[in-house]
């Protein structure tokens, strides 16, 4: 089966395409570029990445996203959260963290590309990087979200396409420890919600990866050392 990988160079998608690997010819790997950010640095960890895999790497330009977006993700006049750390699994506070970072329909619209581009070659798959951790919050990570994009993928491609996501059921910390055994090249993810030399260490994305990678015993990433990280951006 060929399948096509949507890579935003973060941990959950790189992962997932470590382990897409072993369950599928990857053909394609598609980074969207909606005016978040973190956008140089995601394409520029997402195209390390393809490449460290011998990969063909894409980027979608999604700029009317950008327009519509009040998000903090995108609006640079908003500010960004930075959650405790000590608030990570308080379900008001992401849920408070959630509102300031939702992209309308962001995950939906990702996976109704790639379905054209996965449909257009042939590709029965998509690979997404979700986790239980965050599909708390983000309902556009949760098995039932998968379950209903892919009976709706039923009726709009031909070739059936259909979403999987290896790293659903996990959380950060478990999605580490599968990294560790596929040999994921950590030092090219970024995983933070903001661009600059190095991830800021404060973002909850920032603090989640952190945390996960400390939990789970790989050296030389914190929170106060920032990503030792790719840096030719
Ligand atoms: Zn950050």
């Known amino acids: 089966m060929k399948s096509v990988v949507l890579l ?11 382990h897409a690997l072993r369950e599928s010819e990857v053909d394609l790997c598609l980074t969207m570029d909606y005016g978040q950010r973190s956008a140089a640095r995601e394409i520029n960890s997402a195209s390390a990445i ?14 009317f996203l950008r327009k519509i977006t009040f998000s903090a993700l ?3 006049s908003k500010a960004v959260p930075n959650p405790s750390a000590d608030l990570l699994d308080d379900p008001q506070a992401a849920l408070d963290s959630a509102e ?3 992209v309308p329909n962001r995950n939906g619209l990702f996976i109704n590309a790639a379905a054209s581009f996965a449909e257009a070659l042939d590709c029965g798959l998509i690979v997404t990087g979700f986790n ?10 949760s098995p039932a979200f ?49 661009g600059g030399s190095a991830m800021c260490g404060t973002c909850e994305s920032c603090l989640r990866f952190f945390r996960a990678m400390k939990e789970a015993g790989i050296d030389g990433f914190s929170a106060e050392t920032g990503c030792s990280g790719n840096s030719s951006v």
Request: proline share 3%; charged share 25%.
């Open 8 to 18: 935003s160079g973060g941990l959950d998608s790189t992962v997932s395409l470590a």
């Open 50 to 63: 393809a490449e460290y895999y011998d990969l063909n790497h894409m980027v979608v330009d999604l700029p």
């Open 74 to 76: 995108v609006n640079t």
């Open 100 to 102: 300031a970072v939702w």
């Open 132 to 141: 239980r951790e965050e599909a708390r919050t983000f309902p556009d990570n």
């Open 146 to 194: 998968v379950k209903a994009a892919n009976e709706a993928l039923a009726f709009s491609t031909r070739n059936r396409v259909r979403v999987v996501s290896y790293t659903q059921r996990l959380d950060k910390i478990e999605i580490v420890q599968l990294g560790k055994k596929l040999n994921v090249p950590w030092r090219l993810i970024w995983s933070c919600y903001h």
